[in-house]
């Protein structure tokens, strides 16, 4: 072929750079399935999307902030003592019945950063596919990592250029296909998300309403409902010195044996 002048498939493969993995972040896993095994206990699975998972950790489950302590992580039946971005994995964990971890929790270290229920959030959306108007109260479900809650669009800001981004008119009246928006957004059931700009994968999500997608949107802001001050299961504290069943954790999240 005269006329490509640049490298081949292979040459270009070579050149190619993987994606970095975002190890630098604060832990977040979406719990995907739990599994009662016997002889092992409760495992918990899911995709580790930010931070580092150690064998030994005190990891907490949001938001009902029930605290425990990793036993073992296995990924495709192979035993490992740590698990990065991009991993699918399996958990085993102490003193947690089956029942109560599900579906759309979110684990986070419980020493640092953790995890924490989102009273409301404001979030750039677009509406894709929707037959009529959408107006204020509107409550679809939203599917924003591994959960799945009704959510209502509680205050509509401005009305956007898709394109360009520029301001078209403030607090519409109403939005419909075709339509970006900044809107405020308040789950209607316990709900953990995070800024686009911080956690990607905890920041984007699906508006779900009569078997289709209605609209995308990335989520901008967020406000925190305060962390719980009794902790289910173990009480955690945020002093120096951490305790739990006596063995001093450390300040990376680790039991100290």
């Not at 509509?156 to 419909?176: A, H, I, Q, S, Y």
């Not at 009794?230 to 450390?250: A, L």
Request: aromatic share 6%; net charge positive; charged share 25%.
């Amino acid at each position: 072929m005269p006329w490509h002048t640049g490298p081949t498939l292979l040459e270009a493969l070579d050149h190619a750079h993987p994606p970095k993995r975002l190890t630098e972040k604060p832990l977040r896993i979406p719990i995907q399935d739990v599994y009662k095994i016997s002889g092992i206990g409760t495992v918990p699975t899911g995709r580790v999307e930010t931070g580092v998972l150690n064998v030994g950790q005190c990891i907490l489950f949001a938001p009902t902030a029930i605290t425990s302590e990793v036993r073992s992580i296995e990924m495709h039946h192979t035993n490992m003592s740590r698990a990065f971005p991009g991993d699918s994995v399996g958990f085993n964990i102490k003193n947690v019945s089956v029942k109560d971890v599900h579906r759309g929790m979110v684990v986070s270290d419980a020493i640092k950063d953790q995890a924490v229920e989102a009273e409301s959030f404001e979030a750039q959306v677009i509406i894709v596919n929707h037959p009529g108007k959408i107006h204020v109260g509107y409550t679809p479900v939203l599917d924003c990592h591994t959960s799945h809650v009704a959510c209502e669009f509680s205050k509509f800001k401005v009305r956007m250029d898709r394109r360009t981004g520029k301001v078209l008119d403030e607090n519409p009246e109403f939005l419909k296909t075709g339509d970006a928006a900044i809107v405020e957004i308040k789950p209607t059931k316990p709900m953990i998300v995070e800024t686009f700009a911080e956690f990607p994968p905890l920041g984007r999500f699906a508006v779900r309403d009569m078997k289709r997608t209605v609209a995308v949107g990335v989520i901008k802001n967020v406000i925190h409902k305060e962390a719980r001050k009794e902790q289910k299961n173990h009480h955690v504290d945020h002093k120096h010195q951490k305790h739990i069943h006596g063995k001093e954790i450390r300040h990376d999240g680790v039991l100290a044996h």
